[in-house]
């Protein structure tokens, strides 16, 4: 829905729709103050910059992030522009993530080729079965 001015403001249902995520997710996050809809009466509006909020919350948390670092993350996006110590600080955060990511990334690379030889042992074994089979028959 939009408003009479062009601003793109859009019910909690539509914006859980757009997002794929519960109204319950959305209100959590509101909840926690990660998200801060205008309220018009009952009813919840969120905005482009909500939208914004949702978008970077639910990176974060796809990439382990907590709820306490998105937090982190979020105030720093909307903070004035040359806080040299907040950006270190979060450069910080990003580069420990992205340690942690790289490691669980070797872990799955690790699993799946042990999966694999697995799989290959499983063929094998299946095949000679069935090839002692027919000479058995």
């Known amino acids: 829905m939009a408003d009479g001015q062009g601003n793109h403001e859009i019910s909690i249902g539509v914006l859980a729709r757009e997002f794929g995520v519960t109204t319950r997710t959305i209100r959590y996050y509101e909840d926690e103050g990660l998200l801060s809809p205008e309220r018009r009466g009952q009813k919840r509006v969120y905005g482009p910059r909500e939208r914004v909020r949702l978008r970077l919350i639910l990176r974060g948390k796809r990439l382990g992030f907590s709820i306490a670092e998105i937090r982190e993350i979020l105030d720093m996006y909307e903070s004035e ?57």
Do not use: N, V, W, Y
């Open 81 to 137: 522009p040359g806080e040299a110590g907040q950006l270190r600080h979060l450069i910080g955060k990003i580069a420990e993530r992205r340690t942690a990511l790289e490691r669980q990334r070797a872990d799955i690379d690790e699993t799946l080729a042990d999966m694999a030889e697995i799989e290959a042992r499983c063929e094998q074994t299946l095949a000679d079965l069935k090839s002692g089979e027919r000479r058995a028959s």
